[in-house]
């Protein structure tokens, strides 16, 4: 009786197998152009369930592609596992970062109505790679294609999709153009002939930069900030107004639209005078003394305000005022 099963799980598992290996090879294309750039042509190597061919692809104008060879005779395991790749699985790039030249591919991988192309920069790819050792098996000698073969090192740069590329290659972009801070601080000064404190980075490539300054007319002195918003295009700056509402309390605009504010000249108060934007949180926050309105009674008003900038705009976000007496 034993025997017996052993005998009917032994027939089941070799109709399984069996029923495997002949079941329909899943259709797929899977073409590879090995480019020679120096003399203008490029050998395509097109391999399908069915069949593979070679052409020869001239790049110059008025030549015609010849088939070089053809095969049916394909091994049927190998075309399994060809066909049983995932293109999701597959990545857009994958670039060998320790060689600069050599082995460069670019594979076209199409099953299921879905097609991918998938480009080998000196990268041995797990899935791929052995699909150019099963060509160069079905082809003469002098149609082999060369390929890299093992792993060189693991420092490597995989890209998914060609957005994913083009959204790294704009960032690497900004990054070389944009310039820095202290650059940006210089063109100010130099286009103003004075020192400026600060400079904020702002939305759409503008800057805000603040400079602090003392100001009199002989019978009262003044420290005054300012900040200002600007932008560059290659060599030609513009001022943009400040969007703050303004009342008689929170500063002023000059006839830039520069935001200001002014603080009689006060030791006592000196240090306390300041304004400071935040980029993280994008919140403007100013704060001075007002020593004009209680002037015989030797008292001020601090005041404090925080602006939320956002669109270009600066809305209020809280204010503080209150009495201080000095000496």
């Not at 830039?256 to 000196?270: A, L, P, R, S, V």
Request: charged share 25%.
């Amino acid at each position: 009786m034993m025997i017996k099963k052993i005998g009917w799980l032994a027939l089941f598992i070799t109709c399984i197998l069996y029923s495997c290996k002949n079941e329909p090879i899943k259709p797929f294309t899977f073409t590879v152009s090995d480019y020679n750039y120096s003399l203008a042509y490029s050998i395509k190597y097109k391999l399908t369930e069915e069949e593979l061919t070679i052409t020869f692809r001239g790049e110059l104008e008025g030549e015609k592609d010849s088939l070089l060879f053809v095969t049916t005779k394909l091994p049927t395991s190998s075309l399994r596992k060809i066909s049983a790749i995932q293109i999701d699985s597959l990545s857009y790039l994958y670039h060998n970062n320790c060689i600069s030249d050599g082995d460069v591919k670019s594979v076209r991988f199409k099953k299921d109505s879905v097609s991918k192309t998938i480009h080998l920069q000196n990268y041995y790819h797990a899935q791929l790679s052995p699909v150019f050792e099963i060509i160069n098996k079905l082809v003469p000698e002098k149609f082999q294609m060369s390929y890299v073969k093992k792993t060189y090192c693991d420092d490597v740069t995989i890209i998914k999709d060609i957005n994913q590329l083009r959204t790294e290659n704009s960032e690497k972009q900004k990054q070389a153009t944009a310039p820095t801070k202290t650059q940006i601080k210089e063109r100010i000064e130099t286009l103003f002939q004075s020192e400026i404190d600060s400079v904020y980075q702002l939305e759409d490539k503008k800057y805000l930069f603040t400079q602090k300054r003392f100001i009199g007319n002989g019978n009262h002195y003044y420290d005054e900030i300012r900040c200002c918003i600007i932008s560059f295009s290659e060599d030609k700056s513009t001022l943009y107004p400040i969007d703050i509402k303004i009342t008689k309390n929170n500063g002023s605009l000059d006839e830039n639209g520069c935001f200001i504010i002014t603080q009689k000249q006060n030791y006592e108060f000196k240090d306390a005078m300041f304004i400071h934007y935040d980029e993280s949180t994008q919140l403007l926050q100013y704060q001075f003394h007002d020593v004009n309105i209680y002037s015989n009674e030797n008292v001020a008003v601090f005041r404090q305000f925080i602006y939320k900038f956002a669109a270009g705009k600066f809305t209020l976000v809280s204010k503080q005022n209150r009495k201080v007496r000095y000496e």
